[in-house]
């Protein structure tokens, strides 16, 4: 069963940084992570797509994080990280990670998503 497990939320102030990470648990044998990414949900509204980096570190960001957040990825380690600096109130969210996986045995891709992490910027 692959999971993705997250960490790194919390409260910040206005400002400050915080370092998201994610893991991929589980067996992943005949499988290959393609996409991994971060999407954020804040209440009322839908959830969007925050950055995403492929297997080759070709990355997508929101215009709305660029220059302040930074998305990378260990493939070695199978973890994706979220470095986001200078947070402002708008960022506040549950932030949710994202990997499609490609199951060679059923020769489809399979999405799968974390538990969500809460983000709270305030003073």
């Known amino acids: 069963q692959v999971q993705l497990v997250e960490s790194g939320g919390g409260l910040v102030q206005p400002g400050g940084s915080l370092r998201l990470s994610c893991g991929v648990s589980g067996s992943i044998v005949s499988m290959s992570i393609n996409v991994m990414g971060w999407y954020r949900q804040a209440p009322g509204k839908e959830r969007e797509l925050v950055a995403s980096i492929t297997n080759c570190g070709s990355t997508n960001y929101a215009d709305s994080v660029k220059g302040r957040f930074t998305i990378s990825r260990d493939n070695a380690k199978n973890t994706v990280h979220q470095q986001m600096n200078s947070l402002k109130p708008k960022d506040a969210a549950v932030y949710y990670c994202?990997?499609?996986?490609?199951?060679?045995?059923?020769?489809?891709?399979?999405?799968?998503w974390g538990q969500g992490t809460q983000v709270t910027v305030s003073s």
């Open positions: 994202h990997a499609a996986i490609f199951d060679y045995g059923h020769a489809k891709f399979y999405d799968y």
